[in-house]
């Protein structure tokens, strides 16, 4: 009861566990879609909006060139009318003989047409060459006078004697004035100048765009008892334009630079700015011109809204969605996570009934091993307390020629085991109790868990390996008294041959001995005889002597040497020529060479 208890306990927290997983995932997942989609709205909004810059930049770029190519008509249409008024019959005449009356009534008539074809040209005035005024067609009653002194455009003119464009400050006030150079066959003589209101560039923009703007002149350049009548808008003026003073008003707020955004009754404008430059470089005046774009940006803000809602909506259902899918596959994962720990529990009881050792490696750390490790190595009780102190079974091999090692001329020993797996390997190793045992050690590549591992087999054969060494010792022993055996039948037969062989040497002696009475009693005893008599005794005790020398020295054994092959089989002859004179065997020997070979010669024999 009490297990039964306990079992529904483990699986409650399992559940409980399970659903807050799911929780969380649901809230990870529900989190990361709002994210995704707030990233998306926020990209989109965010390229509407580049798209607005970008539209704004190009309308500016836009302007700005149409403003370059309205000064570059303006200079190329007064360049044409200066030279057609200069050459006209007697132009050039008058003003070499400086000759005002004149000048004034060939030009007036062609005065009224240039102001009739530019509305805004203010001025138009003719100049010596020493700086004087020779006629100012719109005020032809004031002329004489020393204009250049006061005017440094006219200055540079007179001294390069090149066509000039600039705004500048005169007695009729500010205005955009175009020169150019006269000469009277390749003498400069003079020059004529038009001078155009400023408001002719927001005209001509306002007739090629249709949109409000206004042109600001610096205040150093308004006479002061004039700045009174214009709308002032910070160190500038209004001189004219289509721009409503509310307009005017949002711009005092700006730093009047290249491109602004201002808001005006609920309406949102991009205010393109482009600075006119006085002929000294200051800042004389700016044409402001206000786009409106309400639409875009209302559109940009319409946008995000929808996109908001669009956003909630997606989360609402992909998090609802989600979670009914998350639901499903927490269930198949922890039915595959119960199905896997069941086949891991039973993996394991395969590999812990084992009484072989099995180890799991990567080919150089240790990953798992079974209960037999545990058994033999007792001191330590799990994987992590062997890899605290060591990384590899093979720490504990004991070295000793035949068995693995570690490493072998730099490959690992399990490396080997796999590539050599007809090759009986063999490890020694020490158990905690001290004792070594030897192993048979068999290893395979194997799949396990998604990667590749290494298994290696330990299968203890001391028992059968000291079986075998007590069997070789025994088979040593047995061979040992075989030989000698062998030794002592050859003794006797020894024995046998060495009577046979003193025999006829004692014969001999007998016979010579005997022979020393006879040789006194005929008178024969003498020196000659008595050195014959010692030489035929020695001779026949040294054979006696070589016999037992050969035979001691058969019989003794030895050590190991080079000898030659040839002397040893004739000496083996010459012992048991003996017995084969007793059964009438010849012995021929047939050698084709005299070869040498390292051993025990007396072995051999």
Known sequence: MYNISLSLYAKQRAKQGMEKIYR??????????????????AWHAWSVYREIIHQEEHEAKKLEESFDRIVEHLIEFYRFRAKANVNSPGVIEAIRTKDHDKLFSLINARWQVLRNENPDLAFMQFHLADGRSLLRVHD?????????????????????????????????????????PIFDGGK??????????????????????GLASTILINKKFIFPDKIGRYYSVNNFVAVGGSAPSDHLDALKKTKLEKLQRISVKEKNYSVHIFNIPSFQGEEAAKIVIFQDMTEELTYLQSLIIISILLMLLIVGGATFLTSRYLHSMIRIIEMARQREERDRLYLRTILDVQPSIIVVTDGYQIIDMNSAFFNFFCIYKTVDEFKR????????????????????????WIDRVIKEPTQHHKAKIQDCQGKIHIFEVKAKEAILDGLTRKVATFNDITASEEAKEILKIKATQEEELAIQNSKLAAIGEMVGLIAHQWRQPLNSLGLIIQDIPEAYRYGELDEAYLEEFVNKSLEQINYMNQTIEDFRSFLKGGQEELFSIETVINKTIALLSPLFKQ?????????NTNSHVRGNPNEFQ
């Open 24 to 41: 969380k995932v649901t809230f990870v997942l529900a989190g990361s879609i709002a994210l995704v989609a707030i990233l998306l709205t």
């Open 389 to 412: 102190d060591h990384g590899c079974i093979c720490d504990f091999f004991i070295p000793d020629p035949g068995y693995l090692t570690p490493v072998d001329n730099g490959v690992r």
């Open 583 to 591: 059964g009438n065997i010849s012995v021929k020997l047939n050698l």
């Open 188 to 209: 400069y003589i003079g020059a004529v100048e038009f001078g155009i209101d400023p408001r002719y560039f927001i005209h001509q923009l306002s007739h090629f765009y």
């Open 140 to 180: 032809p009653m004031r002329y004489g006078d020393n204009i250049a002194a006061k005017r440094p455009m006219l200055q540079k003119l007179h001294r390069t004697k090149q066509e000039l464009h600039h705004i500048e400050v005169g007695v009729h006030g500010v205005a955009y004035r175009v020169a150019y």
